[in-house]
């Protein structure tokens, strides 16, 4: 079984601190994701990697930054939190190449920022 | 650029009704197109899929085709229960494209 796992369920942070979220995925998967999950809006891609080291920004990548430097890893950097940030953040993982692949996501983290 | 458009909730129905989410999509070429359930307090997992023109993806008692004449893919399932209260999304991936653009969602509630 696929498993993507998310390091916090629930966070609580203030304004202008630096947040990290972390994703493992077990299956070695080429691709990651972060997306955020706000009500009516659905699901939006915030940043993507198809590799190590490669990064891809999503349709709205600014206020965060990612990191990966293992292929297991994906962390999303939230550089100086601010209140319009307090969303629920999906990882998700998925094989490269072929658009039948699925993605795989992790239980969500609902970050609260005050 | 790719878009999905589903049909807005939300949904309330009896247990054993007949249960349609309407869902729509543009994009160029020919996608593989997805449904996705949330079930409360969990990620999203994929419900099903289909990958051409004509295919129908089933489970769960699920099912949906992928009708390209209308661009549609719209979820059925024939009796639902209590236990498929979740939010369900639509999803689209193109070829050569490793992102999948999602719908908004629809939250469906079945009461006893």
């Not at chain 1, 942070?13 to 972060?34: A, I, S």
């Not at chain 2, 498929?84 to 999602?102: H, I, M, P, Q, W």
Request: aromatic letters at 12%; a neutral charge.
């Amino acid at each position: 079984d696929v498993k993507v796992t998310q390091s916090s369920r629930y966070l609580v942070k203030r304004t202008g601190e630096k947040v990290f979220l972390e994703c493992v995925q077990d299956m070695d998967h080429e691709n990651m994701f972060w997306y955020r999950q706000d009500p009516g809006l659905g699901l939006r891609l915030i940043y993507f990697s198809y590799d190590v080291k490669m990064k891809e920004k999503g349709d709205i990548p600014e206020g965060y930054s990612v990191s990966r430097e293992k292929k297991e890893r994906f962390s999303l950097i939230l550089e100086s939190a601010s209140t319009n940030q307090t969303s629920m953040y999906l990882c998700a993982s998925s094989p490269g190449g072929g658009s039948s692949y699925e993605q795989y996501f992790g239980p969500g983290t609902r970050l609260t920022v005050t | 650029g790719d878009s999905v458009t589903q049909m807005e909730g939300p949904v309330t129905l009896s247990e054993e009704a007949f249960l349609t989410i309407n869902c729509t999509y543009t994009a160029t070429g020919y996608p593989s197109l997805f449904w996705y359930v949330q079930y409360p307090g969990e990620g999203l997992q994929l419900l099903l899929k289909a990958t051409k023109a004509d295919d129908k993806g089933s489970n769960k008692g699920f099912e949906a085709t992928y009708r390209k004449e209308t661009t549609s893919f719209h979820l059925e399932k024939g009796s639902v229960q209590v236990s498929d209260s979740a939010v369900y999304f639509c999803a689209l991936r193109r070829r050569g494209n490793e992102k999948l653009t999602f719908g908004t969602g629809t939250r469906l509630t079945i009461i006893p």
